[in-house]
């Protein structure tokens, strides 16, 4: 088991899912990613940082930059938000396809910069 692994098992049920989907649209969306635990949480580092994630009681936070807030503005307007981080409320559906989009736009972004 890696600290990734680690990290989600000690949720209950209902979050340990969740996370375990974010972390499957990022290792399909980013496949040549590392996975390391950053600021204490699930990190993807490609060309540096690319995205984190974290579990809390009531949501998930996900972490795209501050760049992959302001180009998604208008779709997270659905979802608490601020500079660099969106929640994901436990009770609904992960929005799957904004998620993949924010991991592919960061990818686009990281790797121009290489």
């Known amino acids: 088991?890696?600290?990734i692994d680690?990290?989600?098992?000690a949720f209950p049920e209902p979050i340990r899912e969740k996370l375990e989907a974010i972390r499957r649209f990022i290792r399909e969306e980013a496949p040549e990613a590392k996975e390391v635990i950053s600021y204490r949480m699930?990190?993807?580092?490609?060309?540096?940082?690319?995205v984190h994630f974290a579990g809390y009681?009531?949501?998930i936070g996900f972490y795209p930059?501050?760049?992959a807030i302001e180009a998604?503005?208008?779709?997270?307007?659905?979802?608490?938000?601020?500079?660099g981080a969106v929640q994901f409320p436990i009770d609904e559906a992960l929005p799957e396809n904004l998620i993949r989009r924010m991991v592919?736009?960061?990818?686009?972004?990281?790797?121009?910069?290489k």
């Not at 680690?6 to 098992?9: E, H, K, V």
């Not at 592919?104 to 910069?113: P, Q």
């Open 1 to 3: 088991m890696n600290e």
């Open 6 to 9: 680690l990290y989600i098992s």
């Open 42 to 50: 699930p990190t993807y580092q490609l060309s540096g940082n690319l």
């Open 57 to 59: 009681a009531r949501h």
């Open 65 to 67: 930059a501050p760049s």
């Open 72 to 83: 998604f503005r208008a779709e997270l307007a659905l979802y608490k938000n601020s500079k």
């Open 104 to 113: 592919r736009f960061r990818v686009a972004e990281n790797t121009r910069k």
